[in-house]
């Protein structure tokens, strides 16, 4: 059984540091996805991951994907507030398209 | 493009009363998915739809719970009766095609309150 776990769950930080989260799951899959929640809102999609090795930026997020470790990192640049907001990876459990999720991380960026 | 409609986005109810949410997918979108959020958690899948064929219904409680997806559109999740424990989120996504490796696109959800 497909299980996805995330570390830290809860982060606070100060702006303009950085910091990482890591996402490790459990059974083969070359693709993983993070989304972003927002208090009371819905997941939007931050980034698809599809290959051993993926790295893909936006901003001031960095994510990237080691297949044979079977283990995500999401980076954060120089934090800004905006930034405030849970975390989640997902990753497809075989090829059903069913997503497994991780617990998520909950990033408090303070001024 | 319009993004995933829900209703209602809030319900409160008493327990063993029945409750029904509604999506409404991204055009086009073929495969629809309902998923529970408890609080603190990640969603987890409760149905999946291929157009109108609900192809994994696993981790649905098929006791209290059914889901329809008749048109292969719109899809309605019906909980009977409501348990206190059903208090959570209730998520529907939708992705385009079928393959694994597609992106899905979260509605705001249902937030469900059972007393």
């Known amino acids: 059984e497909l299980k996805v776990e995330q570390n830290p769950l809860f982060l606070s930080m100060q702006e303009g540091k950085n910091y990482t989260i890591y996402c490790n799951y459990s059974?083969?899959?070359?693709?993983l996805y993070w989304y972003r929640q927002d208090p009371g809102k819905s997941l939007e999609s931050l980034f698809v991951?599809?290959?051993?090795?993926a790295v893909k930026q936006e901003g001031r997020l960095m994510a990237s994907l080691d297949t044979k470790a079977r283990l995500s990192t999401l980076h954060i640049t120089a934090a800004v507030h905006d930034l405030s907001a849970t975390y989640f990876c997902?990753?497809?459990?075989?090829?059903?398209?069913?997503?497994?999720f991780g617990q998520g991380t909950t990033l408090q960026v303070k001024p | 493009e319009a993004g995933v409609v829900q209703s209602p986005r809030y319900k409160i109810i008493e327990k063993k009363q029945p409750v029904a949410f509604w999506c409404n997918p991204i055009?086009?979108?073929?495969?629809l998915y309902w998923y529970l959020q408890n609080l603190g958690q990640g969603p987890e899948l409760l149905i999946r739809?291929?157009?109108?064929?609900?192809?994994?219904d696993s981790q649905l409680p098929k006791d209290r719970f059914s889901a329809e997806r008749l048109k292969g559109v719109d899809s309605t999740l019906k909980i009977q009766p409501a348990e206190l424990g059903d208090s959570a989120v209730y998520l529907c996504?939708?992705?385009?095609?079928?393959?694994?490796?597609?992106?899905?696109?979260f509605g705001p959800g249902t937030r469900l309150l059972v007393l």
């Open positions: 996504a939708c992705s385009k095609g079928t393959e694994a490796q597609e992106t899905q696109y």
């Open positions: 055009s086009g979108h073929n495969t």
């Open positions: 991951l599809l290959s051993n090795g």
């Open positions: 739809y291929e157009n109108e064929e609900a192809v994994d």
């Open positions: 059974t083969t899959s070359d693709r």
């Open positions: 997902a990753v497809p459990s075989g090829n059903t398209g069913k997503l497994i």
